[in-house]
Each structure stands twice: as C-alpha cells, then as structure tokens.
C-alpha cells in the first residue's frame, strides 16, 4: 500500500509544536546564529535549528555562549536549539536554560564527526554508546519541558547502521522527531547519502523523520523528500548565501534573484552581523559569508578576495553596493 506524501508546504506537528511547513534550515556550526536564523524564516523556512551550541558552555553560565550563542530573535518562532554534550546531567540543566530562554524544540547533536567533539563522548561519539545517548535524551526532556528532537548520522563508518538502530530507541524514549542524515560519521559530508535507508527508518518510525544530506538545491531537496519518505527536509550547504532556496520549496518563487536582490540581502546580513557582533567582530565574522553571495553575482575569486580584505565594515558595505546593477559613482557622491 503506498501512501501519499503531503507537500512540502503542508504543516506538521513535532511534539506539541506546529510548523507551518516542511523546510527547515539546518543546524550549520559557526554560521546558523539568530539572524541567519530569521533570514531562513523570513523567506519562509518552516524552522530553523540553530547552530550546536555546548552544554556545558550553558551549565556554567559561559558569557558568551549565553549572550552570544542562545540569543533568539522574537520574530524566530519557532525556533529550536541544538544542544551537544555527553553529560546527562549537563544536558538537563542546559536544556532549562534553552527552554528559559525562550526555545521552542531542544535538539540534541549525535551526528557531528568532528574530532574535538567525539574525543569527550559527544556528536557521532554517542552512536556507538546507545545507553548513554537514550539517557541524555531522557535529561533534556525532564529539564527543558519543550519537545526534544536528535540529529544523528546513520552509522559510524559505510554500511554502519547505529545511528538507525538509535533513532528507533530514541524515538521509543519520547523523543518527539528524528533529523537523520544518512551518511557515515567517517564519510563527513561527501559522498551520496543513502535515502533508502532513510526510507526504511521512516517507515519504521512513530514520530517525524526529517532527511538531511545532499540537499544542495530545490530539485535536490525534492527529490530527498520524495526519495526518503520524509515528513520534512533540512536545508544546509544549500542554503549558504542562498536563502531563496526556502521560496523555491514553499512555492512562493520560481526564478533565481536578481542582482539587486542578492546585494540587497548581503548588506541586510552585514547589517545584522553588525548588530550582533558590532562593527569590528562583525567585519572578520563576514569573511567566510562573502564567497557564497558573490557567486551568486557571477563574481570572480579575485573579487571576493578583495572584499575579504577590506580594512573595515564601512569600506565593505561600499564595495558589495558598487556589485548592484544601478549603482553609479555620480549618484553614491551625491548620496
Ligand atoms: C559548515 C557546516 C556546519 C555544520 N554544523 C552542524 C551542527 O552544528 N550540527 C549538526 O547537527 N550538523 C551540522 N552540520 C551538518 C548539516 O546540518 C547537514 O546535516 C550536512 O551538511 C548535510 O547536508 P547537506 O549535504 O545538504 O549540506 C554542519 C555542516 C556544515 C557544512
């Protein structure tokens, strides 16, 4: 018996919190803050995870986990926070502080590879200590109070699957959906993601399943959705520098933005950057975001390179205007 698939436009439900569609950006270490947050929902992203933030950095009141890491954004919701750590009691007490906060959804990290992560026991380290990862599920429920989803990876190495096994046993435990990425911890993030596997953990599952990996565009996104069964599908590398992607999946748009659009968004992601960070942080943090909107305007190495090296905010935000198609040196002297 087949089922049909509703669509990626439709609402669903995880735990007691509705979403109003099923494009959601997904957790991006060092990039998804609060603004690149509201930038996926302001054009239309269902929901945003945010980037993974410590637990223990949030139980011992670090200044800037706390100030910088855990600011929310009112217009957001709902919005979830990805927590990673090892410690169940840790875990408890960061996921009151999230669910103070303000948190909508607790997410817990059990996918991450990355070395520095997985030598204290976190990220992808958990898929191979079920018992622990069930119980640091279990503490975040009983001290957030909001719903808890994981992100996790299908296996510890190719042809692993102990990440699928944990997403049944962590499902069973009351955590309210799964993000599931059905890639090798030990593969990182190359290579095809096997949707098939997904499908069956889908299947298999009672709460909502949400398909991660090789989703670099609208078409490909589609074709994962459709391909794993999903009750939704998260956004990652697809959305750098492209927040369009979510009007592409909602419906909302059908054509790439133009050239004015695109220097209009980098200077509204300068702007929030700014205000997050001020102007010098700001100017550095910056960096890594110019290469992504400049490709987009077909601009070359060189010049991203260049934008890279401005001294300052303000030299930046003149050079990415100059990129607009109406801009004209007479009218930026009377400006
Ligand atoms: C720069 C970067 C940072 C990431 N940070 C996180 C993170 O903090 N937490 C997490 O669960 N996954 C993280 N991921 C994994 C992504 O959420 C996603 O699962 C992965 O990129 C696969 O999706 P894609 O192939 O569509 O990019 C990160 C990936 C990238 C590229």
Known sequence: MSTVQPPLTSPFRIGDVEIANRVLLAPLAGIGNWFVRLQARRHGAGLAVSEMVSSFGLHYRNERTLRELLRLHPDEHPVSVQLFGQDPEVMRSAAGIVAEAGADLIDINMGCPVRKVCKTGAGAALLSDHELAVRLASAAIEGGGVPVTVKLR???????REGFELAQRLAAAG????????????????????????????????????????????????????????DAVMIARGSLGNPWIFEQLTGSRAS??????????LLWVMDRAEEHLGAERAARYLRKFYPWYLERLGADGATAAALQRCGDLGEARGFVTELSSDFSPERALIA
């Not at 911890?185 to 990996?213: F, N, W």
């Not at 790439?256 to 968004?265: L, S």
């Open 256 to 265: 790439d933005p133009g050239r004015d659009e695109v220097v209009a968004e």
């Open 175 to 230: 955590v309210a959906a799964i993000g599931f990425h059905p890639r090798s911890a030990a593969t990182k993030h190359k290579g095809r993601p096997d949707y098939a596997l997904a499908r069956e953990l889908a299947r298999r599952l009672e709460v909502p399943m949400i398909i991660s990996g090789g989703l670099e565009t609208a078409d490909a996104a589609r074709h994962a959705y459709e391909a794993s069964g999903a």
């Open 154 to 160: 299908s296996g510890l190495r190719p042809g692993g």
